[in-house]
C-alpha cells in the first residue's frame, strides 16, 4: 500500500524554516497503530491526516508518541496541501476535528487564515516545581490553560538564551511549557517545548498562540498582533483577536512530495 506525503513548512515563506509538517491524505481513516507507526516514522512534530468529505475534510494530528487534540502549523500544512494540490484555486477549506471542533483555513491575500478557539491563560499561583527548574531562569510570572503553562519574562533576550532541562520539563506531562515576552520588532516572541510528546522544542506552535495572542492583546490593547517564534528554524504569525475566537495567519510552502510504501 503506497501513501501519500507531503512535507511543508508553515509560518514561513521560506524552504526550510517555520515548522515542518507531514501531511497524508486518506480515503478512509486506518488503524490508530498504523497512524502512530506512520507519525514516528515521518519524525516530524506533527503528521496530519485528511479524510475527504461532501463538505469538509475530518482532520487528526499525531506526534512521534501520540494524538494531539490540536495542531495550528499541521493545519496550516494541510490547508496548504488543498488549495495548492489537491484542490487548487479553492478559497477556503473547512475541517472537522475530535477535540477542537470545526476549523475553517481562508486566503487572506498572501497568507493563510486559521479561525481557532480562543483560549485565555489564567494566571498560576503556585507554579509546579519541575517548570521552574526544567527552564532554570525565574519567569516575572506564570500563566496556564488545562495543558500549557506559559513563563512570561521581561525580554526578548531572555527568552532567547534559555537552555531548558529537557527531563525536567518532561515530568510536567501532559502539559507542555511555553515562554514568552514583549518582542524587538514584533508584539511578542515565544518558544515551546513538549519534551513529553516527543517535541524537545517545537519550531513554530500555531496553537499556543490562541492563548499567547489573548494574553499579549489584553496587555498590550491591541486586537492585531505581530507574533515571532524564535526558535533555531524560527517562524511568523499574525494573529487577530475576535471574541472566542482568534484568527491565525501565516504562510507556508511544500518541500517535500511522494509515497511511503506501507
Not at 99 to 104: D, N
Not at 173 to 193: E, K, N, Q
Amino acid at each position: 500500500m503506497y501513501l501519500p506525503v507531503f512535507h511543508v513548512d508553515a509560518f514561513t515563506a521560506k524552504p526550510f524554516g517555520g515548522n515542518p509538517a507531514a501531511v497524508c491524505p486518506l480515503a478512509e481513516w486506518l488503524d490508530d497503530d498504523l497512524l502512530r507507526a506512520v507519525a514516528l516514522e515521518n519524525n516530524l512534530s506533527e503528521t496530519a491526516y485528511l479524510v475527504p468529505r461532501d463538505d469538509h475534510y475530518d482532520l487528526r494530528w499525531f506526534t512521534p508518541r501520540c494524538e494531539a487534540k490540536l495542531c495550528g502549523h499541521a493545519t496550516l500544512a494541510s490547508a496548504h496541501v488543498i488549495m495548492q494540490i489537491l484542490a487548487p484555486g479553492s478559497h477556503s477549506v473547512r475541517f472537522e476535528t475530535a477535540y477542537s471542533g470545526a476549523l475553517t483555513v481562508s486566503r487572506d491575500g498572501d497568507l493563510l487564515a486559521m479561525d481557532f478557539p480562543a483560549n485565555p491563560p489564567r494566571l498560576c499561583v503556585n507554579p509546579p516545581a519541575p517548570l521552574l527548574d526544567g527552564l532554570g531562569s525565574a519567569p516575572v510570572s506564570v500563566m496556564q490553560v488545562e495543558d500549557n503553562y506559559f513563563a512570561v519574562y521581561e525580554r526578548e533576550e531572555d527568552v532567547r538564551r534559555i537552555s531548558p532541562n529537557l527531563r525536567m520539563l518532561e515530568k510536567l506531562h501532559p502539559a507542555g511549557a511555553a515562554i514568552t515576552a514583549p518582542g524587538h520588532g514584533s508584539d511578542f516572541v515565544s518558544r515551546y517545548f513538549a519534551p513529553s510528546y516527543g517535541i524537545p522544542e517545537d519550531p513554530v506552535t500555531g496553537s499556543t498562540h490562541c492563548s499567547l495572542a489573548p494574553y499579549w492583546g489584553d496587555r498590550l490593547g491591541k486586537t492585531s498582533l505581530y507574533a515571532r517564534q524564535v526558535s533555531q528554524r524560527g517562524g511568523e504569525l499574525w494573529c487577530d483577536l475576535e471574541g472566542p475566537r482568534v484568527t491565525i495567519k501565516g504562510k507556508a510552502v511544500l518541500t517535500l512530495r511522494g509515497e511511503l510504501l506501507i
